[in-house]
């Protein structure tokens, strides 16, 4: 079971009271009618599903029913941070990538 | 080959079965092949089969990078049906299911198809009303279908909690009889079998990590082996596809979900057919051992850890309590999780690709297992000539562009 931390309501909640709703800071078009077909079916259907880190729209559905979003691991499922609608995520591909390089550099 | 039959089996008791041939061979990989098929599960290598069998192309090898068949081929729940709503799913489904009636015999394997019946269950006026059309469109269809009322859902399913004191009484059903079970595994290893004895070279413990190309065009896998040529590559890979999509260097339509099933401790038959409710959410047969073989919803978010949720499994058994409350002491014996490649219509993509001599089919999601024959047959057809197979075509990935989306979640929802 994981246990998920509602940034609105401050606390590590579990799974049941959550629902995912897919993957987080799509933009909506701007102008939707000046759209081809290309960019709309883009918008609508093709989403990331990426081996290892992923950006996600969470709602606290069985709680405050408040947005967020969240960074978890699609393998390993470990939640490695959650933050509110409008903000940037912390932990990304390139941060973890250049952590490691660091980590590496001081070790080799 | 060494053909199986009943003498055979008589035969080889007299050297207490010691002396039976190996089901195939492991190849060393050719530097380049006709085709080369990613992804050893069902799909696959029926692909391969058809390849070989009837469109004469037998300079094929199927790399696949764990075991033949263990993924999501060994772990689903194997219900076998056609009855989708929509004509270019009835009928992609409808093929199967004509070489389902034939496979075992085909393949000289048991596949232990089994035409049991399956039901699937009304619970509401919506639902009722959805049956009778999906019921009709499959009879116009050419495919078996039966509307059946609560008396006599209650008649054929006996153990079914069909009062009217349950939360959702029953209402009433579908039932296709020719719908039914098969085994998983010997659906990969039959087709495996014979793909092996017509020459296709099974590559076990090989995983594709790149694809190469020459003037955009593929011309071969990069595997954790090393290159292997090949002039047309057909991806297989359920789960992993929008992972390989990535490799290659377009973007599908696909999201991964874990799904799971479980099964009981064995017990006396108690369910002869199989049973599905969308509205409870609950799925369930009984396998020739006495197990009880029980499917799951995805759970809601994407993932790749072959493993599920908890609250899941906990609904999931609420519903098959909720219907056969005469189950609600029955132990479950072991549970496990398959990673589906779901789409935005819950149908599959069997499709060229933005990359010339790259195919790709996938996008099963939670119910390709019945699809395997068929699947591999058209697929097969459109590597074989370079273009689609008719029943393949409107499973294109161009479909999420253009609008023409196939939209079986009413048929498919729960449904595997
Ligand atoms: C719990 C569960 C229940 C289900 N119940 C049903 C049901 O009742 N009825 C039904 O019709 N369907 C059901 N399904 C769906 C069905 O299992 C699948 O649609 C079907 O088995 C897909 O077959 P496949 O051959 O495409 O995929 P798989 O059997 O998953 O084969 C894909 C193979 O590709 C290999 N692979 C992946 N990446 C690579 C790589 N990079 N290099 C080499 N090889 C690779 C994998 O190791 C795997 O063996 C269920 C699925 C699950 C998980
Ligand atoms: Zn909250």
Redesign the interface.
Known sequence: ??HIFCPHCGELRS??EF??K?QAHIPRPLDPNACT??E???Y????D???GL?H?LWIHAAGCRQYFNVT?H????EILETYKIGEKPGVTEASVAAKKAVAQGVTA | MQRYSGFGLLKHSFSHHENWQRMWRTPTPKPVYDVIIVGGGGHGLATAYYLAKEFGVRNVAVIEKGWLGGGNTARNTTIVRSNYLWDESAQLYEHAMKLWEGLSQDLNYNVMFSQRGVFNLGHTLQDMRDIERRVSANRLNGIDGEVLNAKQVEELIPYLDCSKNTRYPVMGASLQRRGGVARHDAVAWGYARAADALGVDLIQQTEVIGFRKENGAVIGVETNRGFIGGKRVGVVTAG?S??MA?LAGF??????HPLQALVSEPIKPIIDSVIMSNQVHGYISQSDKGDLVIGAGI???????QRG???TIEHTLQAIVEMFPVLSRVRMNRQWGGIVDTT?DACPIIAKTPVPNLFFNCGWGTGGFKATPGSGHVFAASLAKGEMHPLAKAFSIER????ALIDEHGAAGVAH
Not at chain 1, 74 to 77: A, D, F, K, P, R
Not at chain 2, 299 to 305: F, I
Not at chain 2, 400 to 403: A, D, K, L, P
């Open positions: 079971m994981l799974e049941e629902h995912a897919g077909d290309e709309w079916g883009n609508l259907f093709f989403r599903n990426p081996r992923h996600e978890r699609t393998v390993t499922y | 992993n929008g992972h990535k973007r599908l339509p696909l999201e991964s759970d809601g978010y994407n993932g790749y850890g949720s908890y609250p935005p999420f562009h253009n609008g």
